[in-house]
């Protein structure tokens, strides 16, 4: 029987790439759905504000902590909402939209093998609440 000396070191460098692969992805997925949480939660904070008459700094209290929350600056999140007071009944629409970047290589690992372009996906959130 020959020697197996080299065996497991071999294995390991054949499985090596696929846990850092898959170690990527569950880094880069669950700071993608950490942003997607925090847009949802604004979108109702100021639909909220919005349907019961709050105040126009009130509303942008709420925008500027999400805005630390989730480490931008001023010109990446944005965010639509109707500016005048709306009648009761009607519906007060917020969208709010934030460009995602990977943190990990994959996004560029897998433009560059599926010749596609992922690299920057927009994160949208849309939130509609009734005017009380």
Request: a negative charge.
């Amino acid at each position: 029987m020959k020697s197996e000396k080299g065996q497991s070191l071999v294995e390991f460098a054949l499985v090596l790439p696929l846990i850092i692969v898959l170690l990527f992805a569950i880094v880069d997925f669950g700071r993608a759905f950490h942003v997607y949480l925090t847009l949802d939660h604004t979108g109702r904070e100021v639909a909220r504000l919005i349907s019961v008459g709050g105040k126009e700094a009130d509303i942008v209290n709420v925008i500027t902590s999400t805005k630390t929350s989730i480490d931008t600056d001023e010109s990446q999140l944005t965010v639509t909402y109707p500016k005048t007071k709306l009648s009761s009944g009607s519906e007060a629409k917020v969208t709010l939209t934030y460009p995602f970047k990977f943190i990990t290589p994959l996004a560029g690992i897998v433009d560059a093998f599926f010749h596609t372009k992922i690299s920057e996906p927009l994160i949208t959130d849309t939130t509609v609440m009734r005017v009380e």
